[in-house]
């Protein structure tokens, strides 16, 4: 392998936008991976930037020196603070250069003290390093760290993911941070149809995981989008020959067809229940009430977490377009990822439902809203506010 080159460039952004997933914003202290596994999703993205996907990839890492700052500034505005960040969602925030510039450690301190919520996917042991601030974090916010261990088959981890620590030297770590009270858990990513996919294998992981302790899991089947397929292919010519016919008629798509993937994710499912692995990624700090699902008109219910709600903007620009979590409890609604742009639009709000008000909540981001219509034939509820200098009208969700 070549020398790995360390480019020190600052950044202007640190926190990115992203759709369609569980997080609202993803954050990368560096850019590139000395990882460099064969599957890798991110060759896709570095193809379609019109940067290297080979072998070239992995080779020349792009370190943001001064991505805490940004970060802490960024934290400032309301739609970013009250969302959930995925910190590696395009390059390994634990990879060996964070040994030595602490960025990811940084960037943990800053999101705790934002009180924003935040989860990690990894494969690199040196998180532990960060249980201690990771410990103090979960007293104050919900956070997660996920390490990926696709397999623990030697010859299938050594030739597919040739610059990562062993799998179980990823087990212990996440022994250790569990220990420590960090909300750990296991993703089984990518599965690698005809190499890590057989009943044994995938039991070998998940036993593994309920052995170092993880709270939860999660299997995922490979996907090869441009970029991606024509680096993982080659491999897989050089390394599995014999499989290559089989990968070029299965995937005429990024994604696997469903008589592949389904087979082998209800079988990761069914064996993280019988080893009693039912923790979710996702939770509540310490702390936090659980919010209770209340009847609407019998049928219905408000979903006590209906993430990525949109909200309408109105025409004066009182509100913003945003995503947000929406709960309803004993004491009302709340909706904490509401950002308002009105210079001095209150930030409490009161809600009431039936004739009855309920008590003031207070929120940094939330504005004053007073009535609140359930809508059960059309499946929604409007909340309107009436404190800011414009009247626009909210919907949410309602669930059955």
């Known amino acids: ?214 709270k939860f899991l999660w299997c995922g089947t490979l996907r090869l989008a441009p970029g991606t397929r024509e680096y993982f292919l080659n491999c897989l010519a050089r390394d599995w020959p014999e499989l290559l016919p089989r990968y070029e008629s299965m995937y005429t798509k990024a994604s696997p067809p469903r008589w592949v993937a389904k087979p082998i994710e209800a079988a990761a499912e069914a064996l993280r229940h019988r080893y009693e692995i039912t923790g979710e990624s996702n939770r509540m700090a310490p702390g936090d009430p659980e919010p209770e699902q209340l009847a609407l008109f019998g049928q219905y219910s408000f979903a006590a977490a209906t993430s990525n709600s949109r909200f309408s903007a109105s025409p004066m620009g009182a509100w913003s377009e945003t995503a947000a979590t929406l709960s309803m409890t004993r004491e009302g609604y709340r909706a904490p990822g509401i950002a308002t742009e009105t210079p001095g639009c209150e930030s409490t709000y009161r809600s009431r439902f039936g004739g009855v008000s309920t008590p003031a909540l207070s929120s940094s981001a939330s504005p004053r809203i007073t009535d609140v219509r359930p809508d059960p034939p059309s499946g929604r509820i409007t909340m309107t506010p009436t404190s800011c200098s414009a009247a626009s009208s909210m919907t949410a969700a309602l669930v059955g």
Not at 2 to 29: D, Q, T
Not at 75 to 100: M, N
Not at 132 to 153: C, E, G, K, N, Y
Not at 166 to 180: C, I
Request: with cysteine; net charge positive.
């Open 1 to 214: 392998m070549a020398r790995v080159e360390y480019r020190e460039e600052p950044c202007k952004i640190a926190l990115s936008p992203v759709k369609g997933m569980h997080f609202e914003w993803s954050l990368n202290p560096y850019m590139g991976c000395v990882h460099r596994c064969t599957f890798c999703y991110v060759r896709a993205f570095e193809r379609r930037a019109d940067r290297p996907s080979d072998d070239r990839y992995g080779i020349s890492i792009r370190v943001k020196p001064n991505i805490a700052e940004v970060l802490r500034h960024e934290l400032r505005l309301p739609s970013r603070r009250k969302a959930h960040v995925a910190i590696g969602s395009a390059t390994d925030p634990y990879q060996p250069a964070e040994g030595r510039y602490k960025l990811t450690r940084a960037c943990i301190q800053i999101l705790a003290e934002a009180r924003t919520r935040f989860s990690i996917i990894t494969r690199g042991p040196l998180a532990v390093r960060d249980a201690d601030i990771m410990a103090a974090a979960s007293t104050r916010v919900p956070l997660s760290i996920s390490f990926s261990v696709p397999t623990l088959d030697p010859e299938v981890w050594q030739r597919t993911e040739p610059g990562t620590a062993p799998p179980r030297q990823r087990l212990r770590a996440l022994r250790t941070l569990v220990d420590a009270g960090v909300h750990g858990g296991v993703s089984i990513a990518p599965v690698l149809p005809g190499l890590s996919d057989r009943p044994e294998q995938l039991e070998e992981v998940v036993k593994a995981a309920r052995d170092s302790g993880a």
